[in-house]
């Protein structure tokens, strides 16, 4: 993690990291103001809060009440070297735990990653550089030494080069790469969380047999982000940007409506108009770039190839944002290589929805099959050890596709987590699964996978399948573990070269009677982006009419200009969100496009608290009474915003009464809710307060820090492909 540092008055220091700042001080005695604690301190606290942490998480999975347990630490100095020091946690827990608890809580107290890197001794190097800013030295600890040649399995380049390549790649954006953790409960399983140092939106994770597998997985994964502009999806760009010669790359192509909104001529074909079109709904401001927001400037389409004559198509960037999030991009050595992890994350992902939707019943892989496959035995023979058993499963249905399917089943909280993996090697493809399957997860956060059912409705469900596309943990149904599988074992193998294997999956999509739409990118090292309509979609076709993320245009800079409205233009605004039927606990900031800090009013702002605090500047209180009580009835707001509700309630409900007096209650409702508070509202209600909470912006983003840490990311992206625009 990077932490800036800046010098402010006195001996006062502020360090900024993510989205947060923490300001230090020293004690009078040393000259400071003693006006926050010294660095030291925090570095002792940090030890308790980390131990307390893991007591906190202990106890969430086991669900223990955490009520009556206490923490403390003393860190006992000694006398004749005081670098020399003993911290000493104490932990007070009730009669009503078990001493298999017991045992258990101090187990985890243990694993506090703070002592873990203080015993481990951490190396400080320190060296002047000409620009903070500048200095993009990628900051990862996995260095490959000189001679290092370690291939694997479905990759052109040794392991230690496509590191070397992709960070590289990465520097020369003038892009920090750090790691943020790592992860290895089980021999060969690897996975990491890697991102921007400057702007921690930009992050991906990776995974892999050994650390250096799990590294190359999350670069890749990071590259292909950046080339099909992954990482900035369905945010504003900025006026900067949106104004720009090129908004996504450049030789992308803009369209405007016809006059009666209909689709223009040029952008999809056929094919894909059948798909997107069926019933000639689909206007042409519905495909207007969320992005960039310039609706005089139209539709911004993105050349792909047809795979089946190599014509050119363009598809807008609006259809590929809204209905395929991440799914059918990668990054790899060569085009060759990317394409086949491209097409088999596409494979493995409609073939996993397919088993899920129809609740199929896979075969079992046979031991003697794994047994090949020592390595990959060791992770599954340690996770059943840690009480977790596991059924490995082909997914191939008959040898058609090149999926494997490992499913964890945990006995204590009755719940089943599926996971997937597709290669044209059988032995990648399970290898894949099993990695999978713990990428980011500890055995505690195994705890909180669905349940099983019956139910097969709730297996259905369009928002089933994306929440298994988003972390696998959907629902599954009971009628996937039956013994009757509907499908014989296949031991099957479409391994070859990188341009067989993709040749060979190619081919199953053309068997199956798809067409492919393939982008590639090798400006910025060698990424593809493959579409397969009416397959590798994650949401469904109806969202590009019905819920399509340009509805941002119809509110974006009104909300972004909040405190400049005028009451005509205000009361405009929320007419349209009453008018709209969009969900009242729909966030503002996925609404319209901007990364709002989320320890903010703002980040934390939905449309019915926008509604609300509308309508007190409006001075209608009966409708603002109404979802005052809404609020405080359903919404998950921070103690401090509930609070202020809860006093708006009162005051509403006094100032609503014509029998009541606010003087008579003012003394006592100060003493309930503060006097800072109070004024907030009593000031909302009389109109001299008008959005509390919630600082001005406006188009410019000023203020607004996370966003345009966002928007600086996407300008180093942006720039690159303006200086390699031949490239395009």
Not at 70 to 77: E, P, T
Request: net charge negative; hydrophobic share 40%.
């Amino acid at each position: 993690m990077e932490i800036k540092v800046n010098f402010l008055d006195n001996l006062r220091l502020e360090a900024k990291f993510d989205d947060f700042t923490v300001v230090a001080d020293q004690p009078i005695r040393y000259k400071g103001d003693g006006s926050a604690p010294s660095p030291f301190d925090y570095f002792l606290a940090s030890s308790a809060l980390c131990a307390a942490y893991f007591v906190k998480v202990y106890c969430v999975s086991r669900e223990i009440p955490t009520e009556g347990i206490r923490l403390s630490q003393n860190n006992i100095v000694d006398p004749e070297n005081r670098y020399n020091q003993i911290f000493q946690i104490h932990v007070e827990l009730p009669d009503s735990i078990s001493d298999k608890d017991r045992q258990g809580i101090l187990r985890s107290i243990d694993r506090c990653t703070v002592k873990k890197v203080v015993q481990t001794g951490p190396e400080f190097k320190i060296e002047t550089v000409e620009s903070l800013d500048e200095d993009a030295q990628a900051m990862l600890m996995v260095k490959p030494a000189d001679g290092d040649s370690t291939f694997i399995l479905g990759k052109d380049l040794p392991l230690e080069q496509t590191i070397a390549n992709m960070t590289a790649l990465l520097e020369d954006l003038g892009m920090k790469i750090e790691i943020s953790s790592w992860r290895n409960l089980v021999p060969n399983v690897w996975s990491l969380h890697i991102r921007d140092a400057a702007s921690p939106m930009c992050f991906t994770n990776g995974k892999g047999s050994t650390k250096e597998s799990a590294l190359c997985s999350a670069l890749g994964e990071f590259i292909e982000r950046l080339n099909c502009n992954f990482f900035y999806n369905d945010q504003f760009f900025g006026e900067e940007i949106a104004n720009a010669e090129f908004v996504h790359y450049p030789h992308e192509k803009w369209f405007k409506p016809g006059p009666d909104d209909e689709l223009p001529e040029g952008i999809l074909d056929e094919y894909t108009l059948e798909i997107y079109n069926p019933d000639g709904e689909l206007a042409g401001s519905n495909l207007i770039d969320t992005n960039s927001g310039n609706v005089e400037r139209g539709i911004c389409a993105i050349p792909y190839k047809r795979h089946s004559d190599g014509e050119t198509v363009y598809i807008p960037s609006n259809l590929i944002e809204n209905l395929f999030l991440s799914n059918g991009m990668s990054a790899g050595n060569n085009l060759d290589e990317a394409k086949v992890q491209c097409l088999s994350e596409i494979f493995e992902r409609a073939v996993k929805r397919q088993i899920i939707e129809e609740e199929i019943a896979l075969p079992e892989v046979p031991k003697e099959v794994l047994a090949k496959y020592p390595s990959i035995m060791a992770g599954i023979e340690a996770l059943e050890a840690q009480g977790f058993p596991l059924v490995i499963k082909d997914a191939s249905l008959g040898g058609q596709f090149p999926v494997m399917c490992v499913t964890l089943m945990n006995p204590r909280t009755g719940g089943v987590f599926a996971s997937f993996g597709a290669h044209p090697s059988f032995e990648v493809a399970l290898e894949r699964s099993l990695t999978e399957l713990l990428q980011g997860r500890s055995f505690e956060g195994l705890n909180d996978v669905q349940k099983p059912t019956f139910n097969s409705m709730a297996v259905q469900e369009p928002e089933n399948f994306v929440e298994h596309f988003i972390d696998s943990t959907g629902v599954i149904s009971w009628r996937f573990f039956s013994e009757k599988a509907d499908y014989d074992f296949v031991e099957w193998d479409f391994s070859g070269s990188n341009e067989q294997e993709s040749a060979a999956l190619f081919g199953i999509l053309e068997e199956l009677g798809l067409e492919a739409y393939v982008a590639e990118f090798t400006a910025i090292g060698n990424a593809c982006r493959i579409l397969v309509p009416g397959y590798s979609e994650v949401y469904p076709v109806t969202d590009l009419v019905w819920d399509n993320t340009n509805k941002a245009l119809d509110y974006r800079e009104d909300i972004l200009n909040l405190h400049r409205l005028s009451d005509s233009q205000l009361a405009d605004l929320i007419e349209r969100l009453e008018e709209s039927e969009l969900d009242n606990y729909t966030d503002i900031k996925t609404l319209i496009g901007i990364e709002f800090d989320e320890n903010t009013e703002w980040g934390q702002l939905t449309i019915l608290e926008l509604k609300l605090l509308g309508y007190l500047a409006l001075g209608e209180l009966e409708a603002a009474i109404e979802l005052v009580e809404t609020f405080l009835q359903y919404n998950d707001n921070t103690v401090d915003r509930n609070l202020f509700y809860q006093a708006m309630q009162a005051v509403l409900e006094i100032a609503l009464d014509d029998e009541l007096e606010l003087e008579d209650f003012n003394y006592n409702l100060t003493r309930m809710f503060g006097k800072e508070r109070m004024d907030q509202v009593i000031g909302s209600i009389n109109g001299s307060v008008r959005f509390a909470g919630l600082t001005p912006t406006s188009m410019k983003l000023e203020g607004l820090d996370r966003h345009l840490r966002l928007i600086d990311s996407y300008k180093k992206l942006h720039q690159a492909r303006a200086r390699l625009a031949d490239k395009y």
